[in-house]
Every structure is written in C-alpha cells, then in structure tokens.
C-alpha cells in the first residue's frame, strides 16, 4: 500500500527527468542462542540455532524536485517459533522549494549526529541493532522540514514517532512508543561545524545537545557530540537527578583505501558495578512480565548499560573495487566485554554485492555483552542493483 | 642600438603577462567559474583490474565544489562536498554525512580530495614564473608555487602553462614539504566542450608506485550554469540527489 501510494505521489509529480535506483536483496541472519541472565529458563523461547530468512526492496525515484524512497523487507524466522512479517524500513515522500527548503514525510532516518557508533543528541529513532552497527537501520515515522537560510547555516524541525525497540533479533522486543518534537540547528564557524539540538516529547527525557566536528592538519576529522537531561531513561528513574551523554573520536585514513575510526562514549546515567549488581538481583528476583520487561532494558532504546565504551574500527576498501575488509569492535571498558563484528563485502560486479558479517561476544560471563542470549550470529546480505 | 634593445626588451617584458596571470588563466581553462559537469575516474593498478566511477560534479567559484557517484550502481548516490577549506562524505548507506580530510585521497585513487576540487590554485599558491620551456612539443610557461601555508595539500607544485595564449595547463609536478616529487598530473586531449576547447582528460600518476594512476575525463561541461551557494552545505548533501 505505502509503494502504491509512492508511485502514485511520483507519478502526479510530473514527468520531469529523474532518476530510479532499485536494489533486490536477500538477507540471513544466523544466531546461535543460549540461556542466560537476560533468557533465563529460555522466556524468549529461542531455538539453539535462529535464522531470520529476509527478502529485501529498495525503490528509490527522483522526479525534478520530488524523491520517494521505499526500502521494505519481508522477514520468514526459521526457529523456536516460526513466523513471517513484513516491514518498512523507510517510505518517504520529499520534495525541495529550491534550495531553501525541502520536506519529508513519511518512514525515514533521521541520522544527525557526528557520532560513529552512538550519536547521544538523536533519540528520535528505534535504536541501532546493539551487535552490529553496520547494519541497516529502521526509520522513524516522521515529518521533517529542512530549511537553509544561509550557507553557513542549516535548521532541521521534526516530528516522529517511533518504537524503542531494536530490530534484527531473533526474539520480538517491540520496546515502547515514543513521540518526539526535535529542532537541530546547523552551523559553519570557522571550519567547525556546530549543531545545537533540543528534542523532547512522550515517554522520553527532553534533551538539549550540542555537537562539533572539525578536521585536524588536513588528514584526521574529531567529533564531539553530547546530550544532557533530567531523569534516567532506564530504570531506575532518579527524576531529579541530571545526566551527561558525550560521544568523542577521530576519523584517520591512512595510506590510499584504509581508515580508522575510534570513539569513547560516556553513558552518564549507565550502572555502576553496584547499580548493575542490584539490577540483576532484581531481575533474579522477579518473574513473568516482570522479568519480561526488565530483561529487554539493554534493548529498548537505551544506549548502553554501563557507563564507559569504546568504539574501533578499522576498514579498507576502495571506491569501484572488488572487496571491503572491516573490523568493528565494542568495548565495554566498564566490565571489560567486548563485541567483535568482522566484515566483508565481495562486489563481482558494479551491480552486485555480497556482504558477510560476524558478530562474537567475549568477555567475562557477567559483561554486557555476554549477559544477552546471543552467543554469535552470522549475518549474510546479497543484493543486485538496478 | 642601446635604446633599441631596450625598447625590445620592454616590448617582451610587456607581452608576457605575470605568474598571477598566467595561474588565474590556467584555473579557469578546464572549468570556468560556475560549471556544471559529468566525469569518468578510472583507477589504474598494476596486476589488478581497472575501477572506473562515473559522477557529476558542479562548481561555483573558488570555494564551492560537490560531486555525486553515479555508476556502479553500487557507488551510486555517495557523494563528496567541498566548501573552502572544509571537505564532507555522504554516505548513502548510512545515510549520513561525515566530514573528511581534504588531504585523504579520493576515492581510493591518486587525486586527493583537495585535487578534484582544487578549485583555485591563485588561493592556494603564491606563484613565481621561473621560465619558459618546451613540454611535449609545446612552448610552457614554467610556474614554481609554493603553499601559502601548511594546510595546503602539496608544499610545493611545478606547474606548466601553454605559452600560446590558450593558458591550457599541460603539466604538474607535486613535493612534498621534504622536497621529494610525490605524484605529477598531465592534461591533454583538447576538446570543444561546452561552447569551448579546453583540456578534457587529466591522468595522475604516483612516484610512489611504479604504473600507478588515476584518468579523469570529462564527458559534458556546461560553464553557464546559476548555483545557488545553499546547494554546496552538508544540509543539502543529506537530502540527497
């Protein structure tokens, strides 16, 4: 229904030159699961071994000033308890008034923020899938107003909705909904770009975030990007007290196809060993939807458990080239876990990619990372273009 | 006689115009002020097939540059902004723009980002004519420049200019601050495009790697294009082609 509707907003958008891009895609995402802190007694009903079997679709039309974009994907999990669904990752509709102002309405991503691998000012989207970052991700139903009133200077007004749940589990966690008013304005200063978000709405905390990046002696890039606000987004709440999100790191290519990237990320109201301790008794405590609901904090729309991570990656690839090699890696510096996601993506041809994903939790039994049900997955994505 | 060679003297002096000159006419040769324009990049590396990428690429004055991947198919939509001194990436995937080193290569060939969108060397480079030479058969006008300063990609370039009144740049050597000859670029292939002959193929080549290059060619020039500044800001790469 949405693609019809697409089609049909192009189509009366006039016979103007554009372009289209269409991307078919099949997806498996493999799991291997296990009982543990957050499954005990296998709640989540998890088959040892869980496949999310996907067929993918991305339609994207440029008519003149207009673009409507679909990227949807009907999901068959082959495990504990079988199913099929399908899903709109984005459906938007934009259309520009010039070069000064441009609306979107529709799915879409909103992905502002200097931030690699967590981006603290943005909290108007579900949540990126904790274990693999590359991935893509759903949108938020939105609209968006874009205006540029000088070159040095962008503001982007938006109101969504959105669910705090993260996809691309083998388990259901739709999280809660979230509506979310959010302006963020953009500015050029002195080779710096500076952005001043304020974001806020229901089932959420009102933020106000600053963010800035700059290039260092022509080569590297730094960012920081930070958010502050009252009251804690997981449990428990601590209404009066406020928290600080900062997100730093550097962008280094070096020689002609590699780059690395490190970010440490400081989660402001994230547990301490006591504060995490006390949480798992609780969870140890409690049971039925209780336990349902606690389990599932570290993925509804939280930006991490504990307070101190980093972020490394290192990539090479090269514009037209054959393969991609990455290695990303997340450590959680608070409880010494860490999650090891290599990659690699073969393009045959200009038209065809293969991408091949491994995600491996290590660390001490009690880390974040090893505390959820996945002990590793494989994540295997073929798309041809058009 | 002394008077007469004098006078010849200044007639020579007169007629031939000053480094500045000579640099402001060689950096509008290819492109003019405002272009619009579509560009093939091919990647050359011993033993490994070529990578070609096709974009389209629009420029207005000396600060503002943008570019848009459009083949492969898997490229497409990536995209590359220039604003003075400040260079982003949009990521289609991601749907995100990053800010990038003007000094990182693009696009994993030999032209670094601040090459293909060296919008005005005369900003860049205080120039000093050291000569005049003979270079593939024609008659140059040998430039030295050195950087303003150490944000400049190359410390120093060894540019030469055609001296028969067309400014076409034929030839560019680039050191680095140590004095060693990094990459040297070479134009040629004047064509008639977009109302004017200028030179439409630049190919690249590494002293750091025997039979390493990169080929520019231009395939459509449109110089007489209106931009609008706001079409060259991070908030317009984000919405996309």
Known sequence: MKLLVLAMALAAAGAEAGSRQVEIGVENLYYRTAESPLNRGNLLGLDPDEDLLRGTLLWREVRGRARGVFRGLVEQRIGGRDRTEWRAREAYLQYGFGEAVTVRAGRQRIAWGSGFAWNPTNRLEPPRNPLNTGLEQQGADAVRVDVIPAAWAGVIVVAARSRTGVSDLPFANEGTERRTAAVRARFLVRETDLAAVVSGGRNQRTLVGLDAARTLFGQATAHVEASTYRGAEMPPARERQRFVRVAAGVLYPRGEHTSWTIEYFFNGEGYGDDARDAWLGQLEGSAGEAYAAAATVPYSGGLGLRRHYVHGSWTRSAVGGRWTTALRAVFGASDGGLALTPGIVYAPRGDLTVHLDAIVPVGPADSEYRLAPVRAAVQARIRALF | ?241
């Open chain 2, 1 to 241: 006689m002394l008077l007469l060679l004098l006078t010849m003297a200044a007639a020579v002096a007169a007629a031939t115009p000053t480094a500045d000159t000579i640099l402001c006419r060689a950096d509008r040769a290819v492109l003019g002020e405002s272009a619009a324009y579509t560009l093939q990049m091919t990647v050359v590396r011993p033993g490994k097939p070529d990578r070609v990428v096709e974009m389209k690429g629009w420029k207005k004055g000396d600060a503002l540059g943008l570019v848009r991947y459009t083949a492969p198919a898997k490229e497409r939509g990536t995209a590359y902004l220039r604003n003075g001194a400040n260079t982003w990436l949009y990521l289609p995937s991601a749907e995100k723009v990053v800010r990038v080193g003007a000094k990182q290569n693009f696009g994993g060939g030999d032209f670094s980002n601040a090459d293909i969108f060296r919008l005005s060397l005369v900003n860049d480079y205080v120039p000093t004519l050291a000569g005049e030479e003979a270079w593939d058969g024609q008659p140059c006008y040998r430039l030295d420049l050195k950087a303003k300063d150490r944000t400049v990609a190359y410390d120093r370039v060894v540019y030469r200019v055609r001296s028969d009144g067309t400014f076409f740049p034929v030839h560019a050597e680039y050191y680095t601050i140590s004095g060693r000859r990094l990459k040297w670029l070479t134009l040629g292939e004047v064509a008639r495009m977009g109302g004017r002959a200028r030179p439409t193929r630049l190919t690249m080549e590494s002293a750091l790697e025997q039979g390493s290059r990169t080929v520019l060619r231009f395939l459509a020039i449109d110089d007489d294009v209106t931009l609008d500044d706001r079409m060259f800001t991070p908030s317009a790469l984000e919405r996309g082609q």
